[in-house]
């Protein structure tokens, strides 16, 4: 592990700063991506406490250039992306679809599912050439179920899932590897602005209640996830849906035993 370069899109902040740190703290040689210019330098200055090797790149995913840019960038300095974490999210998009402002929704759906897209179309190439890769795309709230008042980060989640099923379908014959993660209810600035802003109060009561009930997971959970994904230690779970609140011997039980192959994976239920 010592030696794998991992890149983790929108890790200025949140699980995916949490995830840098975390993975830096493994040995794990970290580029972290990120809009902001200051969060990218306070990142940065946390990542060098554990080497001087560590990087931070401005890129927004919604522009294709930069996804593209920020991957030569990587392989100029570091040779190699080993394992890629498409973290990047956004959910401004709160209240009746038809009320929200189309250019909240549009973006939520940009940054979830078109950023993850243009990550993908850069990175796949760069893991096929050198004869591994590991993909770990970030879903959420709504990928299995309703999310009332939230349908744009809920459509876009659901599709980042089905994207990665259809990706390892893809990549078969290849020693890439797809994976959807469920990062759990994080204490971060997303979920502060779901339970603290007016339009949030309004329309996602239940939100503050879920911690109330101790429902969201600890800063270390998804990127110790993010980790047993990219060690290798869930790999019956490529294309499928794991999700953090999931134990790790149950989820090797449920792989070694499962009759249907559909387990974790969206389907109509009839």
Known sequence: MEKQVVVITGATRGIGRNTALFFAEKGFTVIGTGRD???????????????????????DVTKQADVQQVVENVLEKYGRIDVWINNAGAFMAIGPTWEVKPEDWINDVSTNLFGTFHCVQAVVPVMLNQGFGRIINLVGGGTIGAFKYGNGYGTSK????????????????????????????????MTRYQRYTDVGQQYLTGIESLFEQNIDVPPHQAPKFAFLLAAGELDEYVGRVVSVYDDLEQLKTVAANASDSDFYKLRLKK
């Open 158 to 189: 659901t599709a980042i899932a089905r994207l990665t099923e259809n990706l390892v379908e893809e990549l078969a014959e290849t020693p890439v590897k797809v994976f959807a993660l469920d990062p759990g209810l994080n204490d971060t600035d």
């Open 37 to 59: 210019s200051e969060k990218l330098k306070e990142v940065q200055t946390e990542l060098e406490k554990f080497s001087p090797h560590h990087s931070m790149f401005s890129m």
